[in-house]
Protein backbone atom coordinates (compact mmCIF):
# COMPACT_ATOMS: atom_id res chain seq x y z
CA UNK A 1 0.00 0.00 0.00
CA UNK A 2 1.38 3.44 -1.03
CA UNK A 3 2.48 5.43 2.16
CA UNK A 4 0.08 8.08 2.53
CA UNK A 5 2.29 10.77 2.95
CA UNK A 6 2.79 10.54 -0.54
CA UNK A 7 -0.61 10.64 -1.87
CA UNK A 8 -0.12 14.40 -2.69
CA UNK A 9 2.91 14.18 -4.29
CA UNK A 10 1.32 11.22 -7.20
CA UNK A 11 -1.89 13.70 -7.12
CA UNK A 12 -0.96 16.60 -8.69
CA UNK A 13 -0.99 17.38 -12.23
CA UNK A 14 2.95 18.16 -12.19
CA UNK A 15 4.78 16.39 -9.43
CA UNK A 16 8.12 18.35 -10.69
CA UNK A 17 8.39 20.84 -8.41
CA UNK A 18 11.37 23.27 -9.85
CA UNK A 19 12.29 24.43 -12.86
CA UNK A 20 15.41 22.54 -13.63
CA UNK A 21 13.54 19.45 -13.61
CA UNK A 22 10.48 21.12 -15.47
CA UNK A 23 12.78 22.04 -18.41
CA UNK A 24 14.22 18.18 -17.99
CA UNK A 25 10.52 16.80 -18.91
CA UNK A 26 10.29 18.91 -21.78
CA UNK A 27 13.69 18.46 -23.34
CA UNK A 28 13.07 14.74 -22.92
CA UNK A 29 9.36 14.57 -24.05
CA UNK A 30 10.91 15.88 -27.50
CA UNK A 31 13.86 13.81 -27.61
CA UNK A 32 14.24 10.95 -30.67
CA UNK A 33 16.10 8.52 -28.32
CA UNK A 34 18.16 5.36 -30.42
CA UNK A 35 16.62 2.18 -30.56
CA UNK A 36 17.93 -1.11 -31.53
CA UNK A 37 14.87 -2.98 -31.65
CA UNK A 38 16.39 -4.69 -34.87
CA UNK A 39 18.68 -6.94 -33.58
CA UNK A 40 17.42 -10.03 -31.76
CA UNK A 41 18.95 -9.69 -28.02
CA UNK A 42 17.94 -10.15 -24.50
CA UNK A 43 16.47 -7.33 -22.97
CA UNK A 44 16.87 -5.26 -19.67
CA UNK A 45 15.78 -2.25 -18.60
CA UNK A 46 17.09 0.43 -15.87
CA UNK A 47 15.20 3.61 -14.20
CA UNK A 48 17.25 6.83 -13.97
CA UNK A 49 15.45 8.02 -10.38
CA UNK A 50 15.97 11.81 -10.12
CA UNK A 51 15.22 12.81 -6.65
CA UNK A 52 12.94 15.88 -6.60
CA UNK A 53 14.57 18.49 -4.33
CA UNK A 54 14.83 21.78 -4.23
CA UNK A 55 18.79 20.49 -5.44
CA UNK A 56 18.23 17.94 -7.15
CA UNK A 57 20.48 14.50 -6.94
CA UNK A 58 20.29 11.33 -8.53
CA UNK A 59 19.90 7.76 -6.78
CA UNK A 60 22.14 4.74 -7.12
CA UNK A 61 22.78 1.45 -6.25
CA UNK A 62 25.71 -0.78 -5.52
CA UNK A 63 25.54 -4.53 -6.31
CA UNK A 64 26.33 -6.49 -3.30
CA UNK A 65 30.13 -7.62 -2.96
CA UNK A 66 28.53 -11.46 -2.76
CA UNK A 67 27.67 -11.62 -6.33
CA UNK A 68 29.35 -13.51 -8.93
CA UNK A 69 29.05 -10.59 -11.84
CA UNK A 70 29.14 -7.22 -11.30
CA UNK A 71 29.81 -7.04 -7.52
CA UNK A 72 30.68 -3.42 -5.92
CA UNK A 73 29.92 -2.07 -8.80
CA UNK A 74 27.50 1.09 -9.24
CA UNK A 75 24.65 0.96 -10.96
CA UNK A 76 20.65 2.16 -11.50
CA UNK A 77 18.42 0.24 -10.38
CA UNK A 78 17.15 -2.36 -13.51
CA UNK A 79 17.58 -5.82 -14.54
CA UNK A 80 16.50 -8.22 -17.31
CA UNK A 81 13.01 -8.26 -18.82
CA UNK A 82 10.72 -11.15 -17.42
CA UNK A 83 7.97 -12.55 -19.63
CA UNK A 84 5.19 -10.78 -17.45
CA UNK A 85 6.77 -7.35 -17.97
CA UNK A 86 3.98 -5.80 -20.47
CA UNK A 87 7.20 -3.38 -22.00
CA UNK A 88 10.90 -1.80 -20.95
CA UNK A 89 9.28 0.37 -18.47
CA UNK A 90 7.44 -2.12 -16.98
CA UNK A 91 10.92 -4.05 -16.59
CA UNK A 92 12.29 -1.07 -14.66
CA UNK A 93 9.81 -0.11 -12.47
CA UNK A 94 9.58 -4.15 -11.00
CA UNK A 95 13.04 -4.30 -10.86
CA UNK A 96 13.20 -1.11 -8.82
CA UNK A 97 10.80 -2.22 -6.53
CA UNK A 98 12.08 -5.63 -5.97
CA UNK A 99 15.86 -3.82 -5.84
CA UNK A 100 15.47 -0.63 -3.54
CA UNK A 101 11.77 -0.95 -2.67
CA UNK A 102 10.16 1.76 -4.83
CA UNK A 103 6.54 1.76 -5.40
CA UNK A 104 6.33 1.98 -9.18
CA UNK A 105 3.03 4.64 -8.37
CA UNK A 106 5.78 7.43 -6.99
CA UNK A 107 7.86 7.29 -10.18
CA UNK A 108 6.29 10.23 -12.64
CA UNK A 109 8.44 9.19 -15.97
CA UNK A 110 9.79 11.46 -18.20
CA UNK A 111 11.35 9.63 -21.21
CA UNK A 112 13.76 7.03 -22.38
CA UNK A 113 17.21 7.55 -23.47
CA UNK A 114 18.73 5.66 -26.11
CA UNK A 115 19.73 1.96 -25.84
CA UNK A 116 23.04 0.32 -25.10
CA UNK A 117 24.93 -2.28 -25.08
CA UNK A 118 26.40 -3.76 -21.87
CA UNK A 119 29.42 -5.75 -21.85
CA UNK A 120 27.73 -9.05 -21.76
CA UNK A 121 25.05 -8.36 -24.54
CA UNK A 122 22.25 -7.12 -23.28
CA UNK A 123 20.35 -4.75 -24.45
CA UNK A 124 19.91 -1.93 -22.08
CA UNK A 125 16.96 0.75 -22.38
CA UNK A 126 17.21 3.31 -19.68
CA UNK A 127 14.17 4.82 -18.77
CA UNK A 128 14.43 8.53 -16.69
CA UNK A 129 12.07 9.17 -13.57
CA UNK A 130 11.09 11.53 -10.92
CA UNK A 131 11.00 10.40 -7.43
CA UNK A 132 9.80 12.56 -3.99
CA UNK A 133 12.24 12.75 -2.00
CA UNK A 134 12.92 10.87 1.53
CA UNK A 135 11.44 7.56 0.95
CA UNK A 136 11.87 4.93 3.57
CA UNK A 137 13.85 2.83 0.50
CA UNK A 138 15.42 -0.54 1.93
CA UNK A 139 18.21 -2.23 -0.35
CA UNK A 140 17.71 -6.15 -1.38
CA UNK A 141 20.70 -7.77 0.38
CA UNK A 142 20.64 -10.59 -1.81
CA UNK A 143 21.70 -7.94 -4.75
CA UNK A 144 22.68 -4.26 -3.41
CA UNK A 145 24.93 -3.28 -0.37
CA UNK A 146 24.30 0.48 -0.60
CA UNK A 147 21.77 2.78 -2.26
CA UNK A 148 22.88 6.47 -2.05
CA UNK A 149 22.20 9.63 -3.95
CA UNK A 150 24.26 12.05 -5.53
CA UNK A 151 24.00 15.71 -6.42
CA UNK A 152 22.73 16.50 -9.93
CA UNK A 153 25.69 19.39 -10.10
CA UNK A 154 28.01 17.14 -9.38
CA UNK A 155 27.88 16.07 -13.05
CA UNK A 156 26.61 19.05 -14.27
CA UNK A 157 29.57 20.66 -13.15
CA UNK A 158 31.67 17.89 -14.70
CA UNK A 159 33.46 16.71 -11.44
CA UNK A 160 35.05 13.92 -13.02
CA UNK A 161 38.25 12.18 -11.68
CA UNK A 162 39.42 11.39 -14.84
CA UNK A 163 38.22 9.76 -18.37
CA UNK A 164 38.20 6.13 -19.22
CA UNK A 165 39.05 5.76 -22.88
CA UNK A 166 37.03 2.42 -24.32
CA UNK A 167 37.43 1.47 -27.63
CA UNK A 168 34.52 -0.81 -29.35
CA UNK A 169 34.93 -1.83 -33.49
CA UNK A 170 38.19 1.02 -33.28
CA UNK A 171 35.53 3.56 -32.08
CA UNK A 172 36.67 5.13 -28.98
CA UNK A 173 34.53 6.40 -26.27
CA UNK A 174 35.63 8.72 -23.68
CA UNK A 175 33.21 7.43 -20.64
CA UNK A 176 33.85 10.06 -17.36
CA UNK A 177 34.46 8.38 -13.88
CA UNK A 178 33.41 9.66 -11.16
CA UNK A 179 34.61 9.07 -7.54
CA UNK A 180 32.40 10.17 -4.81
CA UNK A 181 32.37 9.33 -0.87
CA UNK A 182 33.85 6.16 -2.31
CA UNK A 183 31.89 4.95 -4.65
CA UNK A 184 32.65 4.96 -8.06
CA UNK A 185 30.11 6.02 -11.23
CA UNK A 186 31.97 4.54 -14.27
CA UNK A 187 31.02 1.96 -17.66
CA UNK A 188 27.53 1.79 -18.57
CA UNK A 189 25.58 4.18 -16.00
CA UNK A 190 28.65 6.62 -17.19
CA UNK A 191 27.23 6.45 -20.45
CA UNK A 192 23.82 6.74 -20.09
CA UNK A 193 24.79 9.88 -17.51
CA UNK A 194 26.05 11.69 -20.58
CA UNK A 195 22.98 11.40 -23.43
CA UNK A 196 20.92 12.92 -20.11
CA UNK A 197 23.16 15.77 -19.05
CA UNK A 198 23.59 16.41 -23.08
CA UNK A 199 19.76 15.57 -23.94
CA UNK A 200 18.00 16.75 -20.95
CA UNK A 201 20.14 19.64 -19.66
CA UNK A 202 22.10 20.71 -22.93
CA UNK A 203 25.32 20.29 -21.03
CA UNK A 204 28.58 20.08 -23.72
CA UNK A 205 29.51 16.63 -23.41
CA UNK A 206 30.07 14.05 -25.51
CA UNK A 207 31.20 10.26 -25.65
CA UNK A 208 32.98 10.85 -28.85
CA UNK A 209 35.53 13.68 -28.25
CA UNK A 210 38.25 13.71 -26.31
CA UNK A 211 37.71 15.56 -22.96
CA UNK A 212 40.60 17.65 -21.00
CA UNK A 213 42.41 15.67 -18.09
CA UNK A 214 43.33 12.28 -17.31
CA UNK A 215 43.09 9.35 -19.30
CA UNK A 216 42.99 5.79 -18.50
CA UNK A 217 42.79 3.29 -21.56
CA UNK A 218 41.31 -0.19 -21.59
CA UNK A 219 41.77 -2.85 -24.15
CA UNK A 220 40.15 -2.66 -27.27
CA UNK A 221 37.01 -5.01 -27.83
CA UNK A 222 34.33 -6.11 -30.32
CA UNK A 223 30.65 -5.07 -29.73
CA UNK A 224 28.11 -7.43 -28.98
CA UNK A 225 26.03 -6.95 -31.44
CA UNK A 226 24.80 -9.83 -33.22
CA UNK A 227 24.94 -10.11 -37.04
CA UNK A 228 22.19 -9.31 -39.08
CA UNK A 229 21.25 -10.66 -42.72
CA UNK A 230 20.49 -7.38 -43.62
CA UNK A 231 23.48 -4.81 -43.56
CA UNK A 232 21.67 -1.73 -45.33
CA UNK A 233 20.93 -0.01 -42.37
CA UNK A 234 24.28 1.19 -40.84
CA UNK A 235 24.53 1.53 -36.83
CA UNK A 236 24.94 4.55 -35.73
CA UNK A 237 28.75 5.13 -33.56
CA UNK A 238 26.64 6.38 -30.97
CA UNK A 239 25.35 3.30 -30.21
CA UNK A 240 28.35 1.19 -30.07
CA UNK A 241 28.97 1.49 -26.41
Known amino acids: MLDARYHGWVKRDKVIGYPMLENLRQKLQLLSPKRLDQFKMSEAAVLIPVVDRVSPTLLFTRRASHLSTHSGQVAFPG ?19 EEIGLEPALVEPLGRLSDVISLHGLRVTPWVGIIPPDLPLVADPGELDAIFEVPLSHFLEDRRTHTDVITVDGVAHYVP ?57 AIPKSIRK
Open 79 to 97: GKREPEDKDLYATALREAQ
Open 177 to 233: SYHVDGHVIWGLSAMMLVELLAEGFGMSIDLFQQPPGALQHYPERKSRLPQQPDTTQ
